[in-house]
């Protein structure tokens, strides 16, 4: 899957609107993909990198705020929301849907390629699931909560998982075998079989999963264990 920080996802299901805004996204480099409906959009997200969307409030097939919700469940990325009435205004943010930002119909696209660039420097042009350029942009550690954020998002781990996981993160990069996960993230090794580490891997690699579906950071080495991968 190639990286672009230029993908921009435009959902709006008005020809003329949607021409406009991607005319301008070109003129200004970026690559603008465009879908006129909910389920279009929700397609392109689970099959490409995008670097932002900007979202039209009334679609044909769902409103944005039901496909906000749902990209939401597996995807980091910002959003903008292009609304036309003030009571969407209102929504967008009422709501806490996570949107970074709308602007109100009638828009020049110049202000909307503003906020584009506003929002993608805010958040590091990192925040779809894409492979940031180093490690730290994608995890956030702090030890005295046993706290773990991946992409922004708080980890639900167990005990085990969180300890296992602690290991791989003091050194990105380092294979380390089962045993030495084992003896490093279980109180009594000796008690647990080896599988217990394959099995609380799977569960920590479908919790980050749920976050970004396209990182896999926990990297298997056949015959010789696990490490996270550096970048
Ligand atoms: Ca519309």
Not at 145 to 154: D, I, L, P, S
Not at 167 to 190: H, I, N
């Amino acid at each position: 899957m190639a990286f672009s920080s230029g993908n921009i996802l435009v959902v709006e299901d008005e020809q003329a609107i949607a021409e406009t805004i991607v005319y301008a996204l070109e003129t200004e480099g970026f690559q603008p993909v465009w879908k006129t409906t909910g389920r279009a959009a929700l397609d392109v997200l689970a099959s490409q990198t995008v670097a932002l969307v900007v979202l039209d409030v009334g679609l044909p097939d769902m409103n944005g705020f039901d496909v906000c919700r749902e990209l939401r469940r597996h995807h980091v990325v910002p959003v903008i929301f292009l609304t036309a009435r003030d009571g969407e205004v209102d929504k967008v943010v009422g709501l806490e849907l996570g949107a970074d930002d709308y602007v109100a119909k009638p828009f020049s696209p110049r202000e909307l390629t503003a906020r584009i660039r506003a929002v993608l420097r805010r958040t590091n042009g990192n925040g779809a699931t894409a492979a940031p350029a180093n490690a730290t942009a994608i995890w956030t550690h702090d030890p005295a909560k046993c706290r773990v954020e991946f992409y922004g998002v708080t980890l639900e781990l167990t005990r085990n998982e969180y300890r296992l996981l602690a290991v791989l993160l003091a050194q990105p990069g380092r294979v380390f075998s089962r045993d030495q996960l084992m003896s490093a993230a279980w109180d009594d090794p000796g008690a647990a079989l080896d599988r217990t580490v394959d099995a609380h891997i799977k569960t920590l690699r479908a919790k980050l999963r749920e976050v970004a579906p396209e990182a896999d950071p926990i990297v298997t080495h056949r015959g010789l264990g696990y490490a996270l991968s550096e970048t």
